[in-house]
């Protein structure tokens, strides 16, 4: 099983069956799918379930994937890696209603810290659309520098669109985020019969 891991807010968990209607409902909108780089527009029901089909119980940590759920509120969205040769890139996104408030802040420091303490990678890889100047505030305070521009196919927005791409070592991340500093409302802890940090 995958690792769910728990900060003040928010449960981290593997994806789920359930979530199909959630991600479906959230992502069926321009102006979340269109911050992503491989999330059609319109976004279905069935795009949802073909994903989730997608989503193993075991994988590594460069492949793997948190549901993001938001006490008292159910998902939300979605947080994870996939692999790039040797490295990992991190990836996510927040349904709307729950953008700007620390949600997404919350959720990466706790992923990103589960990341480097169950690798020997010495850096995360991620970017987003030039336009996208929120996400890019959450790697900035995250730690992560940015490393040139490029291009990247959106396939919400149906065009290859400017990106910035961006990179985090560990080295960076420990000093800004180090194991006793959290953000503000937020502590990670696993929860009971998990993955032990």
């Known amino acids: 099983m995958n690792p769910t891991l728990l900060t003040e807010r928010l449960i981290l968990r593997p994806p789920q069956t359930g979530d199909a209607e959630p991600i479906a409902r959230y992502l069926n909108d321009l102006e979340v799918a269109g911050n992503l780089a491989r999330v059609p527009f319109p976004y279905h029901l069935s795009d949802a379930r073909a994903w989730l089909a997608t989503q193993q119980a075991r994988q590594a940590p460069n492949q793997t994937s948190f549901s993001i759920e938001l006490a008292g509120v159910g998902y939300v969205g979605h947080i994870g890696y996939q ?115």
């Open 83 to 197: 692999p790039s040769g040797k490295d990992a890139i991190i990836g996510y996104w927040l349904g709307k209603p729950h953008w700007g408030r620390g949600i997404m802040t919350e959720a990466a420091i706790a992923t990103v810290r589960w990341f480097f303490e169950r690798t020997a990678a010495k850096a995360i890889y991620s970017g987003v659309f030039h336009f996208n100047a929120a996400s890019l505030a959450i790697q900035h305070r995250l730690g992560f520098t940015e490393t040139g521009r490029s291009t990247l196919l959106c396939l919400a927005r149906g065009a290859e669109l400017e990106h910035i791409d961006t990179k985090l070592t560990r080295e960076r991340f420990q000093q800004g985020w180090p194991a006793g500093k959290r953000p503000a409302s937020a502590t990670d802890q696993v929860l009971e019969g998990t993955i032990k940090p």
